[in-house]
């Protein structure tokens, strides 16, 4: 039957000289930008830059503004990004998620963000998500978040990633459900977040008896020093039961090593355009450390 090409819909791109595996949605990506009108779009740096931000008040207030909105296909756009990001594209993760906040009422606000994104695909459509040959495959995580960055209720976004073969193999860019009252707080339950993630990743990957090195403690990497103490430390200064629940599911994965939470610098932090809107530069230096580019 030989090699596979096409798995629902994702283009699978190899080159064995190279030592490279690249998985596309440009044939997807370009049926999306035709059925909303945008083939013929001018290109945009990024979906979601620093500075952008979007809230409540943005959304229709009168029955003029909602008539506007009516016959414009904001869920559908959703829908076909949504599938997009999780597919191949970690990269507009954090763009998708906040036009998901707004599905049920947007605004023309709201609705230039999402033909943004949009716009930053027209331009990065033959991207592929790449991994390289290794003789050392090992997954690490990575674990960050948005303080208190939703306008609306204060919550704080927590993103994680989770990295194979240079490439990201899964990734998650969500609004937290509880209220932090600290950076240490919100950054704990971001990292008990992505630590509940690795170990079922873990499992999985176990089952699949490719990886020899899952078998050991699975690293994960946090930004914030104080999160990683409080993960290696015997005593929680939460007086929220909710985080305190967190933070003892997490020592125990913490004791047991199932996992090891390691402290990164934040130019290192891989997972930060899943939290937040970035310089364009620097965005495009995470989106290439995501194993993200042009297979050339």
């Not at 240490?184 to 990957?205: D, P």
Request: proline letters at 3%; a positive charge; aromatic letters at 10%.
């Amino acid at each position: 039957m030989g090699d596979a090409t096409y798995v629902i819909g994702i283009k699978i791109q190899r080159d064995r000289f190279r030592g490279l595996l690249g998985l596309s949605q440009e044939t997807y990506i370009n049926k999306v930008l035709e059925r909303f009108q945008m083939k013929d779009c001018s290109p945009s740096i990024a979906p979601i830059v620093k500075g952008d931000r979007f809230n409540l008040d943005q959304c229709p207030k009168n029955d003029l503004e909602r008539e506007k909105m009516k016959n414009i296909p904001y869920a559908f756009v959703f829908g076909s990004l949504m599938y997009v990001q999780v597919c191949t594209r970690p990269d507009i993760a954090f763009a998708v998620g906040m036009l998901g906040r707004y599905q049920s009422n947007p605004g023309m606000d709201h609705w230039k963000a999402a033909k943004k994104v949009m716009r930053y695909l027209q331009g990065t459509k033959d991207y592929m998500l790449m991994y390289r040959r290794t003789n050392n495959l090992e997954v690490i995580g990575y674990s960050n978040l948005d303080y208190a960055g939703c306008i609306d209720s204060r919550k704080s976004t927590s993103g994680y990633v989770f990295m194979l073969a240079s490439g990201a193999v899964s990734w998650r860019s969500a609004k937290q459900t509880l209220i932090a009252t600290s950076t240490m707080e919100a950054e704990f339950v971001s990292c008990f977040e992505a630590t509940s993630h690795g170990v079922w990743l873990k499992s999985f990957i176990y089952g699949l008896r490719v990886v020899d090195s899952i078998s050991r403690p699975l690293k994960i990497y946090c930004d914030n020093s104080t999160a990683v103490f409080m993960a290696k430390n015997n005593k929680s200064s939460s007086r929220n039961k909710h985080i305190d629940i967190k933070y003892l599911a997490l020592r125990e994965c913490v004791k047991e090593k199932t996992v090891v939470i390691e402290h990164v610098s934040t130019e290192l932090m891989i997972a930060d355009p899943l939290t937040k809107g970035m310089p364009p530069l620097k965005f495009k230096d995470h989106v290439d450390r995501l194993g993200l580019g042009s297979f050339v």
